[in-house]
């Protein structure tokens, strides 16, 4: 029963994130071809992330921190695996505009952590 409250923690997570990171590139009008704008591409990553973080720390503050990593490790695993495995895209000249997925698990992270900071001050004071 733990494998698959933790495997749903996981799935909702990555669902809000995807969801974020969906509406803010449309939002910005770029595309998830490759673009030669850094932040175009990292700015929804990192927004996503920190909102998916803040949402596996919702479920449970105990594993928030490491559901938070995982989900973000399967997002760049995915995202990667689409984008250059079965679209065959090439690594482009500009490494960080082209392996902007590996973002998502330290954006994950810092949601999480950020969040479970900012419950502990509150319940402290």
Known sequence: MNTLVLFLRTAVSACAGGM???LLQNSMGTSVA???????????????????G??????SPRQGISVAFTTGVIMALLFLGFRHMYLGLPL????LVTLWP??????YYLGAYGYLTVLQRIYRS
């Open 20 to 22: 974020v990171w969906l």
């Open 34 to 52: 490759p673009v030669d704008d850094l932040a175009g591409v990292i700015v929804p990553v990192w927004v996503a992330g920190l909102c998916g």
């Open 54 to 59: 803040v949402v596996a720390a919702l479920f």
């Open 92 to 95: 482009g000249p500009n490494t």
């Open 102 to 107: 590996m973002w998502f698990p330290v954006a």
